[in-house]
């Protein structure tokens, strides 16, 4: 499934998506892209988050929607998939992954 997400919109889960979906769609697009992912992540609460779209620590419990992690200003921060409202993908340090070759 390749993903086909741009930088710089606004993307909230759809209506018809369980809320697994920001864990599942991030964890896409980490596989997608190299390098450092720039992101902003908006809580349920309108808070809002910048940060580097980063890998869960396989010792973090995932709950039951999963968790979605990010590097912020040099802190890990996970937040739970229920938790999140959108997500926007940030320019930066980021590139599609070279489709392989058969």
């Given amino acids: 499934m390749t993903t086909d997400f741009s930088i710089g919109t606004r993307y909230e889960c759809p209506a018809t998506e369980p809320a697994a979906w920001f864990r599942d769609v991030l964890e896409q697009i980490r596989a997608e892209r190299e ?8 809580a349920t ?4 988050v910048d940060g580097l ?5 396989p010792g973090i419990s995932p709950g039951p929607y999963g968790k979605v992690s ?11 998939s229920e938790m999140l409202k959108a997500f ?3 320019p930066g340090k980021t590139g599609k ?3 392989p070759e058969d």
């Fill in 70 to 80: 990010i590097d912020s200003h040099g802190e890990d921060l996970v937040i739970g």
């Fill in 35 to 42: 390098g450092e992912i720039p992101i902003r992540l908006e």
């Fill in 53 to 57: 779209l980063g890998s869960l620590d």
């Fill in 88 to 90: 926007t993908l940030l």
């Fill in 97 to 99: 992954r070279p489709e």
């Fill in 45 to 48: 609460t309108g808070h809002q």
